[in-house]
């Protein structure tokens, strides 16, 4: 339950984020929404990966709303982020496509 109140105050910090549009704020909260169901499934088998999935997580949303932003720390949270899911496509193809979705949202973002 832990896991998810992290995720949810990165939510929040989202939508309160006044440089980002609307329509990315909408979108990453869906995706989070998603991402919170995938931990949940991961954490019985994977419960480390689901700890650093999250606070990968966390860090690329820190770092992609930043200000001022720090091009190379953004860009190398959201590696260690793709990184931390890649061993999991095969038993875990949805949690890895949202995370890749988050993380395209987070490069597009250019705050």
Do not use: C, F, W, Y
């Not at 440089?19 to 929404?33: C, F, H, W």
């Not at 949940?40 to 999250?54: G, K, Y």
């Not at 001022?68 to 890895?96: F, G, I, N, T």
Request: aromatic share 0%.
């Amino acid at each position: 339950m832990e896991h998810i109140k992290s995720l949810q105050d990165v939510e929040k910090a989202i939508a309160d984020h006044q440089d980002i549009p609307q329509e990315t704020k909408a979108e990453l909260v869906r995706l989070l929404t998603t991402l919170k169901s995938e931990i949940a499934t991961l954490e019985h088998t994977h419960a480390d990966h689901a700890e650093s999935v999250i606070g990968l997580t966390q860090r690329s949303m820190h770092e992609a709303i930043q200000q001022p932003k720090d091009p190379q720390r953004a860009d190398s949270a959201l590696q260690e982020l793709a990184a931390s899911v890649a061993e999991l496509e095969v038993s875990h193809p949805q949690l890895v496509n949202v995370v890749n979705a988050i993380s395209v949202l987070l490069s597009n973002i250019g705050i």
